[in-house]
């Protein structure tokens, strides 16, 4: 294990370096050391949200004044802003990248910076630290790997649902962010998706009201989903006993419809298709009372 402290000097190529940094999800106390030289040294910080980034530095004696080496990069600006940051670095400067809190460019902005940065030939360093994934899925006693991080679900319940059923069979633990407003509505799209898996919402994250609540997304009525604060959700992998959602077999039963036979033959056929369902459950979807 190496004891090795980087120095915050430019190449040898006379090229300045990107340093995307990872700051606290809450507890201050989780700012690493060179996190913090590198905020206080870097020429130029680029923060999502000035303010916010503020607080943190002014708690933690960080000496940064917006304007002075201290400016705003989020996503209505990055596009626009990038050639310029991109100029500094080719000059020689030093420039570090944070969020709103975690680890940049997961559901933040600085991708096209950091590709921009690699396309100039400008080295890109992390420095990694807190990550709400990672947080998530370190504690919430789920299977942590293989895992994907989804960002946020799209808003629009159908196209939730194709999003999450795009990564049904991979046999991933999927983490997802969310709003509170949303929360509900995306977890219903995910079991109409997914079918029944083990879920845990990890709410607030190093936070004072740090909170792990697990559930099944089959038994979501009369569960409390009006949480505040961030929302970090991880969803277990297929277990191979999962019921296939209603849609799937609705899909089946048009495909075998369609193909012909008697009502019953035709449920038969759909039962013996999809997980969990009975043949005398397919044939009262496909003939109501």
């Not at 923060?47 to 004696?61: H, I, K, N, V």
């Not at 000496?63 to 080496?69: C, F, I, N």
């Not at 991933?172 to 929360?183: G, H, I, N, P, W």
């Not at 056929?269 to 459950?281: C, F, N, P, S, Y």
Request: aromatic residues 6%.
């Amino acid at each position: 294990m190496s004891d090795e402290i980087t120095p915050l000097l430019p190449a040898s190529d006379g090229l300045g370096v990107l340093y995307v940094v990872a700051t606290p999800l809450g507890d201050a106390e989780d700012l690493s050391p060179r996190a913090a030289r590198i905020l206080s040294e870097a020429d130029l910080v680029l923060a999502e949200d000035t303010r916010r980034s503020g607080l943190l530095f002014a708690r933690l004696g960080i000496a940064r004044k917006d304007g002075l080496g201290f400016t705003s990069f989020h996503e209505h600006n990055e596009e626009q802003r990038t050639p310029a940051v991109v100029e500094r670095l080719l000059a020689g400067q030093s420039v570090a990248l944070v969020s709103d809190a975690g680890t940049p460019l997961l559901s933040d902005p600085g991708y096209r910076l950091v590709r921009a940065c690699r396309e100039a030939g400008v080295r890109v360093r992390p420095v990694p630290g807190p990550s709400a994934p990672l947080a998530a899925l370190s504690a919430c006693g789920l299977p942590p790997y293989p895992f994907s991080f989804l960002g946020f679900p799209p808003r629009k319940t159908s196209q939730a649902e194709r999003f999450f059923a795009a990564h049904r069979d991979t046999g991933a633990t999927l983490v997802f962010f969310e709003r509170k407003s949303r929360l509900r509505e995306s977890l219903e799209a995910a079991h109409q998706a997914l079918g029944d898996r083990e879920f845990c919402i990890a709410r607030e994250l190093t936070k004072e009201y740090e909170e792990f609540l697990p559930g099944r997304l089959g038994a979501l009525e009369g569960m409390d989903l009006e949480l505040r604060g961030e929302i970090t959700v991880v969803v277990g992998p297929a277990s191979g006993n999962e019921r296939t959602p209603e849609a799937e077999v609705a899909l089946a039963l048009a495909e075998e419809t369609k193909a012909g036979g008697k009502p019953k033959e035709v449920a038969r056929r759909v039962a013996a298709r999809v997980k969990g369902w009975t043949a005398k459950e397919v044939y009262a979807m496909h003939n109501p009372a």
